[in-house]
Antibody, heavy 120, light 109 residues
Framework: EVQLLESGGTSIQSGGSLRLSCAVS????????MSWVRQAPGKGLDWVSS???????QYADSVKGRFTISRDNSENTLFLQMNSLRVEDTAVYYC??????????????WGQGTLVTVYS | QSALTQPPSASGSPGQSVTISCTGT?????????VSWYQQHPGKAPKLMIY???KRPSGVPDRFSGSKSGNTASLTVSGLQAEDEADYYC?????????FGGGTKLTVL
């Protein structure tokens, strides 16, 4: 059974840094594209970043230069390093697995989400 | 990186069919056959319902179907059931990023 379990969400002051983790079981994350998708309270889905099987990284303009996606293949864990956090980064952050090695737009498995609250 | 355009709401009675549109540009929806649709119930994670415009993941009822014409993709739900009431989001690969639509709240009357 495939499971994704996010952790690391908390309440933090703007300008701070935070690292989210997504522990995956049931498959090897190095085989698939893995993504972070966020959802602000009461709002829609917002793509944040994807890490392809090849190691190529893609970022939304809103987080480029502030967030870094990475993975530890030995631990089968995906990470999102979030620096210079802003109030508008407040959201539930979901980890998601793509059906294939690229693109990050067809996510067939999702975690339960972890809440990041950024206050001024 | 503008979001894809979806109607904010849609509705239908049980047994009826409803179609939700998702409009983008030639740089996203119109340029790639990588359009997906997600269903999200309140407080739950999204669920993949359609990928690569028309494909259904295993376990998704065939009442759900997808299509695309030009820069607009569509999700059709046939034979509406009460459990179909949820938020629906389209997404598209856009070359170096992924775009989501703003979401459509589907109400089963």
């Amino acid at each position: 059974e495939v499971q994704l379990l996010e952790s690391g969400g908390t309440s933090i002051q703007s300008g701070g840094s935070l690292r989210l983790s997504c522990a995956v079981s049931g498959l090897s994350i190095s085989t698939y594209a893995m993504s972070w998708v966020r959802q602000a309270p009461g709002k829609g889905l917002d793509w944040v970043s994807s890490l392809y099987s090849s190691g190529s990284r893609q970022y939304a303009d809103s987080v480029k230069g502030r967030f870094t996606i990475s993975r530890d293949n030995s631990e089968n864990t995906l990470f999102l390093q979030m620096n210079s956090l802003r109030v508008e980064d407040t959201a539930v952050y979901y980890c998601a697995k793509d059906k294939g090695p690229n693109y990050g737009d067809q996510n067939d498995y999702w975690g339960q989400g972890t809440l990041v609250t950024v206050y001024s | 990186q503008s979001a894809l355009t979806q109607p904010p709401s849609a509705s239908g009675s049980p047994g009826q069919s409803v179609t939700i549109s998702c409009t983008g540009t030639s740089s996203d929806v119109g340029g790639y056959n990588y359009v997906s649709w997600y269903q999200q119930h309140p407080g739950k994670a999204p669920k993949l319902m359609i990928y690569e415009v028309t494909k259904r993941p295993s376990g998704v009822p065939d009442r759900f179907s997808g299509s695309k014409s030009g820069n607009t993709a569509s999700l059709t739900v046939s034979g509406l059931q009460a459990e179909d009431e949820a938020d629906y989001y389209c997404s598209s690969y856009a070359g170096s990023n992924v775009l989501f639509g703003g979401g459509t709240k589907l109400t089963v009357l």
